[in-house]
């Protein structure tokens, strides 16, 4: 069975950084795309940064530069380091894999609460 868990939310000014962990098992995780999602009160989940099983990554225009994903395939983890944090960037964010020949992402982690204040 696939778990991800997520780490590293919380509270902070605006301007500011946050590096978000998920951790996965259950997987063989060097083989998944995987991808950090976030969801706003009242709006639609979005990809927000994805990272191919072959270290490809890819982001949502409003992150470009400020946000990066990485993953470390020894210790079965993918990373969101986000930068120069907005409060527009106030979301729950979950991470998600999709597996080869699946095509979406399938398995999905608790989210973890980021709150960017003003």
């Known amino acids: 069975q696939v778990q991800l868990v997520e780490s590293g939310g919380g509270l902070v000014q605006a301007g500011g950084s946050l590096r978000l962990s998920c951790a996965a098992s259950?997987?063989?995780?060097?083989?998944?795309?995987m991808g950090w999602h976030r969801q706003a009160p009242g709006r639609e989940r979005e990809l927000v940064a994805a990272?191919?099983?072959?270290?490809?990554?890819s982001y949502v225009d409003s992150v470009k530069g400020r946000f990066t994903i990485s993953r470390d395939n020894a210790k079965n983890t993918v990373y969101l380091q986000m930068n120069s944090l907005k409060p527009e960037d106030t979301a729950v964010y979950y991470c998600a894999a999709k597996p080869p020949f699946v095509g979406f992402y399938s398995h999905w982690g608790q989210g973890t609460q980021v709150t960017v204040s003003s």
């Open positions: 259950g997987t063989i995780f060097s083989i998944n795309d």
């Open positions: 990272i191919s099983s072959g270290g490809r990554t």
